[in-house]
């Protein structure tokens, strides 16, 4: 596996260990700050493909305006996006792409800063859409709408604070589990601390509701769906309980980075899973085919 690549806006692609940040940057010390991420696929040739990245260049900026923080210009992302995939130290393998915004120094006026990443991604990212994962649900300790009337909570908001999505992740470990699934105080299936939950029942996919339930609008989730639909199938938005979720036809969870990966247990609990269908969703979402395990 090659190193990581660091690009800043501003002064381009650094060397990799090259300092970006000050020590009182309000990214570092207080989480002040937002990001996006997503695939960069795998080199052919000189050429590199990046998924869907005028919607994460879109969602990053209106994570921004929640934050009240200064984004820059979304053509300036881009721009970064395109030298660092063109530069020579540039991973040839799959990676991740992750654009970060922070507030900057504490008291210095000196503005924001904006950086990207180029990282390759770590097998347990193939085996996730090759066999699946094992997933635990948590408690989120809030109300399916808690979010309705509180916008200073953030919901729906990829701030770079992401304490509480790590933790969740490392609980999900100690019960022997691959990824956690949050869950309403009410009962209700949310989403999981690095993904969107998709679940099917016949012809129709199901997906969380954004807005009052606090969970992110899902760049994944907005092309699966558009494409579903252009396929005959009907996808909507709705509220489902756990046992949903287990009770279905097949359960994934979807992000631009890990892509599609099916959940295969619950709680302990099977869920249904239809390989044919997993690869037919893998094309809806415009991933790379990783042959799932039956």
Request: aromatic share 6%; net charge negative.
């Amino acid at each position: 596996m090659t190193g990581q690549l660091v690009a800043v806006l501003g002064r381009g692609v650094l060397e990799r260990d090259e300092p970006i940040a000050y020590a009182d940057d309000l990214g570092l010390t207080r989480g002040d700050g937002c990001f996006d991420a997503t695939l960069v696929f795998a080199a052919e040739g000189d050429r590199r493909r990046v998924l869907h990245l005028d919607p994460h260049v879109a969602r990053l900026g209106r994570s921004a305006a929640a934050l009240e923080l200064e984004c820059p210009p979304a053509q300036d992302w881009k721009d970064l996006v395109a030298e660092a995939g063109s530069h020579p130290s540039a991973p040839p393998e799959e990676c991740m792409l992750k654009l970060v915004l922070s507030r900057g120094r504490e008291d210095h006026g000196g503005g924001v800063l904006g950086y990207l990443t180029v990282t390759p991604l770590p097998e347990s990212s193939f085996d996730a859409r090759r066999r699946g994962l094992h997933v635990a649900s948590m408690d989120r300790g809030t109300a399916a709408d808690a979010y309705a009337k509180t916008p200073w909570l953030l919901g729906g908001v990829k701030t770079i604070a992401y304490a509480i999505n790590l933790a969740a992740k490392r609980e999900a470990d100690r019960r022997g589990a691959q990824e956690a699934l949050f869950v309403s105080a009410d009962g209700y299936a949310l989403e999981a601390p690095t993904a969107a939950l998709i679940v099917r029942h016949g012809d129709e996919l199901v997906t969380t509701p954004t807005g009052p339930t606090g969970v992110l609008a899902s760049v994944t989730i907005a092309t699966t769906f558009e494409a579903a639909e252009k396929a005959g199938m009907y996808a909507t938005h709705r509220l489902m309980r756990v046992s949903e979720v287990v009770d279905s036809d097949g359960a994934w969870l979807v992000s631009s980075v890990r892509g599609i990966a099916p959940i295969r247990t619950l709680d302990g609990k099977e869920v249904p899973f239809d390989a044919e269908f997993h690869e037919q969703l893998t094309d809806l979402a415009g991933f790379p085919k990783v042959r799932a395990v039956r």
